[in-house]
C-alpha cells in the first residue's frame, strides 16, 4: 500500500528552465510535507517542508506548492540548473516529527 | 558541527551471518530513524525513536531485524541470519523536529 506515490520515475528540462515534480499521497492524516534531493552514494538532503496550514512555501529557487482537497504536492524549481541533476523523494509525515513515508523518487536531469 | 554518521560504509556478508550498523546522531536530536532503499526502490521506513518513548517498529520487514538506541544516542540496527533480499543501502536520520538529517547510509551485500 503505498501511501505517497511519485508517479513519473524520472524527468528531463533544459538549463534554465521550469522544472515540476508532482507526487500525490492517499492518507488524509498526513499535514507535513517534505523534499529531499539525492545524489548517487549520498544521504537525502533536505530540501524544503510544507504544513498543512498552508499551501505554498518558498526557498529561493524551490517552491512547493499543496493541494489538500486533491491530496497532491509539487515541487518547482525555477531557473533548473545542471547542479539540481539528482533523485528526488517527496515525503509525508503525521504530525512533524513522526516518521515519514516517502515516495518512490523522480530522476531529474537537467540539461546544460 | 558533524552530521550524522554512519559505519561502516560498506558491508558484505555471507547469507546466514548476523550484521551490526551504526548510527551515530547528530547530538542533542531527539528522534531518529532508520530506512533502507533497496536497489530501484524507494526509501522504506524501518523503525524510528523519539527520546524515550517506545520506538515505532511497525516497518521492521521481519524479526530478524532489531534496533536499540543507547542513552538516546547512538543506535544500532541488528539484522541476523541475513538473506540476500536484505542487500540495501540503510539510512539513518535524526531531528529535532521538521526536517530530517540523513547520514551517507551504510550499502549492505549479503552473498
Known amino acids: 500500500d503505498q501511501q505517497v506515490k511519485q508517479n513519473s520515475p524520472s524527468l528531463s528540462v533544459q538549463e534554465g528552465r521550469i522544472s515540476i515534480l508532482n507526487c500525490d499521497y492517499t492518507n488524509s492524516m498526513f499535514d507535513y510535507f517534505l523534499w529531499y534531493k539525492k545524489y548517487p552514494a549520498e544521504g537525502p538532503t533536505f530540501l524544503i517542508s510544507?504544513?498543512?496550514?498552508?499551501d505554498k512555501n518558498e526557498d529561493g529557487r524551490f517552491t512547493v506548492f499543496l493541494n489538500k482537497s486533491a491530496k497532491h504536492l509539487s515541487l518547482h524549481i525555477v531557473p533548473s540548473q545542471p547542479g539540481d541533476s539528482a533523485v528526488y523523494f517527496c515525503a509525508a509525515s503525521v504530525g512533524a516529527t513522526n516518521k515519514l513515508i516517502f515516495g518512490t523518487g523522480t530522476l531529474l536531469a537537467v540539461q546544460p | 558541527g558533524a552530521g550524522v554518521s554512519q559505519s561502516p560504509s560498506n558491508k558484505v556478508t555471507e547469507k546466514g551471518k548476523d550484521v551490526e550498523l551504526r548510527c551515530d546522531p547528530i547530538s542533542g536530536h531527539t528522534a531518529l530513524y532508520w530506512y533502507r532503499q533497496s536497489l530501484g526502490q524507494g526509501l522504506e521506513f524501518l523503525i524510528y525513536?523519539?527520546?524515550?518513548?517506545?520506538?515505532?517498529k511497525s516497518g521492521l520487514p521481519s524479526d530478524r531485524f532489531s534496533a536499540e538506541r543507547t542513552g538516546g544516542s547512538v543506535s544500532t540496527l541488528t539484522i541476523q541470519r541475513t538473506q540476500q533480499e536484505d542487500s540495501a543501502v540503510y539510512l539513518c536520520?535524526?531531528?529535532?523536529?521538521?526536517?530530517?538529517?540523513f547520514g551517507p547510509g551504510t550499502r549492505l551485500t549479503v552473498l
Open positions: 525513536f523519539q527520546g524515550n518513548s517506545a520506538p515505532d
Open positions: 536520520a535524526s531531528s529535532l523536529g521538521g526536517g530530517r538529517n
Open positions: 510544507i504544513s498543512s496550514i498552508k
